[in-house]
């Protein structure tokens, strides 16, 4: 678990090969169980780890000057969201941007403190004026009425109207507050292209096609734009469907390619005979059988599959050359037509299908690959494995009974490439001439290259995946702990700016902290802005691209990595970060946890292989703590659940009561309109109604303390995380990161 910022994450593993769903559920259920324990402004969200990689469309709805993000977030989750959530595939649609739009109470407390009315009174009072409920029913002649009672005030006339319990009789609720049609005020934030603008979120449904649902929501959001305000329209900012598109048009294209390039090289070495075209027929239909497989065994076409059919053309045809041979080298001895075929069969049938299941057996391995990352590996493996032995099938009944019944004979003619292959012959019997003469040398000489590999291998750099071809980076930014929004707001508008002077940037969306309704748990100091790339900008070199602009947005403090929105939720997927690298330091004091993280990541630093250490945790910032005394609360008959009961609606907020109103509800939100702007001194001076009224600074403590930004719980043991990224072998990163660590002396 993670703790800090106002939020609380929790990560749950369960057993290998558990019910992922099942899982979730039970989760939930627990949730369900503790929530009458939880605040009423807390809203406990569980998703699956693995659910990144489902997003699949981002959108940024701009807004004319004219349009607020609040009105138009509420029309997108009236008449937008619906509509995306009834497409076949959709699993979630997330939206924010804007607090939701609400009927906001702000407290006037001069005037509270003139009639003597407190605002738990004003929050009780708005709380009663809320009404929705059966009242039982009336037998009338033929039919059954039931009788609904209502009272739902949703205009700020109808809400000033309410009188609130006083002293000296009802007072309306305008004489003690100003009522606005606002939005809420949130800890988070979205800028396109520098200005404020609202964000969308599209996640599809494990088993649905990816292509499918990112075209229809596309349609879908061309169908409703008339429902939103005018003069706002959307702007895609990342579309996982035209990756997959785009890289399965390569993969489709170089596995034509392929099997075209495979059949010259046929006629090349064979000649333009009956036998070659039995040979090129040979490969299309191994494929054909290979997908059938794939689709027996609950896979399909996707870009694992389609890549390990690409991989494997070159060698389809393979089984079936050896078994032509064979059968020609019978007709040459003499045998008859359907006897030669039946002995070269037999004769070849033994090593033809041993080399086969020997090449079958190297991707055994990857079937038991666990997690996340068998989705990746164990497609692959079974397109390898299903494609080749269809290959072996058709080598042993197509290859014979086509040859059979067309009653092909070798050619006569010699074939375009003989003479290069004969060269080539002539050149592999002396290479074998000069290893038998020289058998010490040659052992010496392969040893020597294995070495060289390994040497060479120990220098290049290792990633997960490089950067797709996907038309959009994505940078993930974060400022120093406890900086303010409005600080991180003016970073990022400087970044924006830097970045939109680039030529191959497009547009810029930006997402500064995180909203309560998304898995997110980013604080109003980090967040991510998503770079789409113009249409002509050569999407093959995006790593020039995303070094340029990481350098071109590189600011005093801010910490930065650029990637791309697909590798960003594969790596979330995989392990919930997007560094490859974390160090836990486990122990139970705070101060010494501290100190140790200072000394490791110092240390860290000397390995020129870990770049962008990070840390984040034992990052100290500000809090001010508010302690309720005791004594003087009871000397006033008061509980520290009373005076928090009055201190929550004035500084923090409260939702009295939800109003339905159309498809989305509106809240009625209590809260001091400058509660944010308050100093430590302000604070202490908020006035507590007691038998009369108390400053705040008489019944409690208020101080200001530091604490560190983050505090971690693994397996229920208190740690802090160094987060770094590698940029060689995990192995050798590893290796030289515990020399370093190893020196640092341990309490």
């Known amino acids: 678990s993670t703790m800090g910022n106002g939020t609380a994450a929790i990560d749950v593993r369960f057993a290998q090969g558990s019910d992922a769903q099942l899982d979730l559920q039970a989760v939930n259920g627990a949730i369900n169980l503790a929530r009458g324990d939880l605040p009423p402004s807390v809203h406990p969200l569980a998703q699956i780890m693995g659910n990144a990689i489902n997003e699949v469309a981002d959108y940024a709805l701009q807004l004319p000057v004219s349009v607020p993000p609040a009105q138009a977030q509420r029309a997108v989750l009236?008449?937008?969201?619906?509509?995306l959530r009834a497409l076949p595939g959709v699993q979630l649609v997330d939206v924010y941007g804007a607090g939701d739009e609400a009927l906001?109470?702000?407290?006037?407390?001069?005037?509270?403190?003139?009639?003597?009315?407190?605002?738990?009174?004003l929050v009780e009072a708005l709380k009663a004026q809320v009404l929705l409920t059966p009242g039982g029913y009336l037998s009338a002649g033929h039919q059954d009425v039931f009788i609904e009672v209502r009272n739902l005030p949703v205009t700020a006339s109808q809400i000033e109207a309410i009188p609130v319990p006083g002293p000296e009789g009802p007072i309306p609720l305008s004489a003690l507050a100003r009522v606005v049609r606002s939005a809420v005020?949130?800890?988070?934030?979205?800028?396109?292209?520098?200005?404020?603008?609202?964000?969308?979120?599209?996640?599809?449904?494990?088993?649905?096609?990816?292509?499918?649902?990112?075209?229809?929501?596309?349609?879908?959001?061309?169908?409703?734009?008339?429902?939103?305000?005018?003069?706002?329209?959307?702007?895609?900012?990342?579309?996982?469907?035209?990756?997959?598109?785009?890289?399965?048009?390569?993969?489709?294209?170089?596995?034509?390619?392929?099997?075209?390039?495979?059949?010259?090289?046929?006629?090349?070495?064979?000649?333009?005979?009956?036998?070659?075209?039995?040979?090129?027929?040979?490969?299309?239909?191994?494929l054909l059988m290979g997908v059938a497989a794939l689709y027996a065994a609950g896979q399909s076409l996707d870009l694992m599959t389609l890549g390990a059919l690409t991989v494997a053309v070159g060698l389809l045809a393979d089984d079936a050359i050896i078994?032509?041979?064979?059968?020609?080298?019978?007709?040459?001895?003499?045998?008859?037509?359907?006897?030669?075929?039946?002995?070269?069969?037999?004769?070849?049938?033994?090593?033809?299908?041993?080399g086969t299941l020997t090449t079958v057996s190297v991707f055994v391995p990857l079937l038991f690959v666990g997690g996340i990352a068998g989705l990746f590996f164990i497609p692959f493996a079974l397109a390898m494995m299903l494609s080749l032995l269809a290959s072996l099938l058709v080598s042993l009944t197509f290859i014979p009974l086509s040859l059979g019944f067309i009653k092909t004979r070798h050619s006569v003619k010699p074939a375009p490439g003989a003479r290069a292959l004969d060269r080539l012959r002539g050149l592999n019997e002396k290479v074998f001439e000069l290893v038998l003469r020289r058998p010490g040398k040659a052992l010496a000489v392969c040893i020597g290259l294995f070495l060289a590999s390994l040497a060479a291998l120990a220098?290049?750099?290792?990633?997960?995946?490089?950067?797709?071809?996907?038309?959009?980076?994505?940078?993930?930014?974060?400022?120093?702990?406890?900086?303010?929004?409005?600080?991180?707001?003016?970073?990022?508008?400087?970044?924006?700016?830097?970045l939109r002077a680039d030529p191959a940037v497009d547009h810029v969306l930006a997402?500064?902290?995180?909203?309560?309704?998304?898995?997110?748990?980013?604080?109003?100091?980090?967040?991510?802005?998503?770079?789409?790339?113009?249409?002509?900008?050569?999407?093959?070199?995006?790593?020039?691209?995303?070094?340029?602009?990481?350098?071109?947005?590189?600011?005093?403090?801010?910490?930065?990595?650029?990637?791309?929105?697909?590798?960003?939720?594969?790596?979330?997927?995989?392990?919930?970060?997007?560094?490859p690298f974390v160090l836990d330091i486990f122990g139970s004091r705070i101060a010494v946890l501290r100190r140790l993280s200072e000394e490791f990541s110092t240390a860290l630093r000397k390995v020129p292989s870990l770049t962008s250490i990070f840390n984040n945790n034992a990052y100290p910032v500000s809090q001010i703590r508010l302690e309720p005394d005791a004594g003087a609360l009871a000397a006033y008959g008061l509980t520290p659940g009373d005076l928090q009961r009055q201190v929550e609606p004035l500084i923090n907020g409260v939702v009295a009561a939800r109003v339905p109103d159309g498809n989305v509800p509106l809240d009625l939100y209590v809260r001091l309109a400058d509660a944010s702007q308050k100093s430590l001194a302000d604070l202490g001076r908020l006035p507590i109604r007691t038998s009369g009224?108390?400053?705040?600074?008489?019944?409690?403590?208020?101080?200001?303390?530091?604490?560190?930004?983050?505090?971690?719980?693994?397996?229920?043991?208190?740690a802090l995380e160094i987060l770094a990224i590698p940029t060689g072998p995990l192995g050798s990163v590893i290796s030289a990161a515990r020399a370093e660590l190893s020196k640092v002396a341990l309490p």
């Open 78 to 83: 009236a008449d937008v969201v619906p509509a």
């Open 185 to 286: 005020p949130t800890l988070n934030a979205v800028l396109l292209d520098g200005r404020p603008a609202l964000a969308m979120t599209v996640f599809k449904q494990p088993g649905a096609s990816t292509v499918p649902v990112t075209r229809a929501v596309a349609a879908a959001l061309a169908e409703t734009l008339p429902a939103l305000p005018p003069g706002v329209r959307w702007v895609r900012t990342y579309n996982q469907g035209h990756l997959v598109g785009a890289v399965g048009k390569d993969l489709g294209t170089n596995l034509i390619a392929g099997g075209i390039l495979a059949i010259a090289v046929l006629i090349w070495a064979l000649g333009g005979s009956w036998d070659t075209l039995i040979l090129g027929l040979s490969i299309p239909l191994s």
């Open 693 to 718: 009224w108390t400053p705040l600074g008489q019944l409690a403590r208020l101080s200001l303390a530091v604490t560190p930004n983050q505090l971690l719980h693994i397996g229920g043991a208190r």
């Open 323 to 354: 078994v032509l041979e064979s059968i020609y080298h019978r007709w040459e001895q003499g045998d008859e037509h359907w006897t030669g075929i039946a002995r070269g069969v037999k004769d070849i049938a033994g090593p033809d299908i041993t």
């Open 459 to 498: 220098v290049v750099p290792v990633n997960f995946l490089p950067l797709p071809n996907e038309g959009v980076l994505l940078e993930s930014f974060t400022l120093p702990p406890g900086s303010s929004l409005t600080d991180t707001q003016a970073a990022v508008a400087a970044i924006t700016s830097r």
């Open 104 to 121: 906001w109470v702000q407290p006037d407390l001069a005037a509270m403190h003139r009639y003597k009315i407190s605002v738990t009174a």
């Open 511 to 579: 997402r500064v902290g995180s909203p309560s309704s998304s898995a997110y748990t980013e604080p109003a100091y980090a967040g991510e802005i998503t770079i789409p790339l113009k249409p002509g900008v050569n999407f093959n070199s995006l790593d020039q691209i995303g070094a340029r602009l990481l350098e071109a947005g590189r600011m005093t403090g801010v910490q930065a990595a650029v990637g791309t929105p697909t590798l960003e939720r594969v790596g979330e997927s995989l392990s919930g970060l997007p560094q």
